[in-house]
């Protein structure tokens, strides 16, 4: 079962400001139950396969987790839909000691003629998926490249927009929780041509020479 419904578009090829919103959404969704499974945040039982991508896609079961982001997401697909939604980051944090050990960030660009109404060079969603695919595979062979999590850790949503955005009385302020001694990891990225998403992780890194 996914987080939110599936993607409506005015044609096959034809992504629309509506339809890219709800793409870039459901990429959201995904990534983050993918980091959350990758990073062992929830245990490993607690998450089913799907297909998605044309990849093996793992999407989690956890009933607290879901309702979570079933709140969230559609949230973010009106914002995206206005072009106020700038920046979405996963921070991942030592339940102990309560640092930052790691940041997902995604950068969100919006095309401006596509806020106007005008209409914009157009983009096939295979295409799209395809680059979003690469995104996934990035998250899946994290474990390669990231510091082992050896203790328990908790998550944060950490989501930017625009000054003039309506923000929900429930949504929390929240510090950058930035990390000190940070080492990068540049990500791929996708665009709809409506929606431009930039992907990077961010880890603490070794205090030893």
């Excluded at 987790?65 to 939604?85: F, I």
């Excluded at 596509?114 to 157009?122: D, Q, S, T």
């Excluded at 302020?173 to 990225?189: E, N, W």
Aim: aromatic share 10%.
């Amino acid at each position: 079962m996914s987080f939110h419904g599936s993607l409506a578009q005015a044609t096959r090829n034809t992504i629309t400001l509506r339809g890219s919103a709800q793409l870039v959404t459901e990429f959201f969704g995904y990534a983050v139950s993918s980091i959350l499974y990758q990073r062992g945040i929830y245990p490993p039982e607690s998450f089913e396969q799907h297909k998605k991508y044309g990849l093996s896609v793992m999407i989690s079961a956890d009933h607290g987790l879901v309702q979570y982001m079933n709140g969230v997401l559609p949230q973010m697909a009106e914002w995206l839909q206005q072009g106020e939604l700038q920046r979405l980051v996963l921070v991942i944090t030592s339940q102990s000691t309560k640092q930052v050990l790691e940041r997902w960030t995604f950068n969100i660009q919006t095309e401006q003629d596509a806020l106007a109404g005008k209409r914009i060079e157009e983009k096939p969603e295979a295409a799209v998926s395809a680059e979003i695919q690469a995104i996934i595979r990035q998250i899946t062979a994290s474990v390669t490249f990231l510091p082992l999590l050896s203790d328990p850790c908790t998550f944060d949503l950490l989501v930017y927009t625009t000054k003039d955005s309506s923000v929900p009385k429930e949504w929390e302020d929240s510090d950058p929780r930035f990390i000190t001694k940070a080492a990068d990891v540049k990500l791929r990225s996708f665009t709809t041509k409506v929606h431009k998403v930039d992907a990077l992780v961010s880890y603490r890194a070794d205090e030893e020479d």
